[in-house]
């Protein structure tokens, strides 16, 4: 969601699973060249949850997730770890709904 909006659905609808991430750095400073399978957290409490992370050459990434994970939000953290060590991680850009959802736009002033 690129502005302002309220999103509106059933608590299965508002799961996401696929997720991108900007500005991806790698611990070991090359960013594998074919997808990856990790344990991903995208809150610091979370609980690291599976998923598949294809880097791209541009410092992005997509994240599959094997579950729908709530509140990932756009400017969030999304940590990659291979058992308990960390091997990377960016800034969520974006991220995908299932279908279904409605979408209001509240960017309109109402003051």
């Known amino acids: ?27 070991s400073g090359t960013p594998p060249s074919q997808p990856i399978e990790v344990s991903v957290k995208v809150r610091y409490k979370a609980t690291a949850i599976p998923a598949t992370v294809t880097a791209f050459s541009n410092g992005s990434a997509t994240i599959l997730i094997n579950e729908p994970v709530f509140g990932a939000t ?3 953290g999304a940590v990659f770890f291979e058992d308990d060590t960390c091997i990377g991680g960016g800034i969520i850009a974006d991220s ?16």
């Open 96 to 111: 995908v709904y299932e279908t279904g959802l409605q979408q209001f736009d509240i960017s309109e002033d109402i003051s």
């Open 74 to 76: 756009p400017g969030q």
């Open 1 to 27: 969601v690129r502005r302002n909006a309220l999103l509106v659905g059933t608590r299965d609808q508002l799961g996401q699973q696929r997720l991108t991430a900007r500005d991806v750095n790698w611990i």
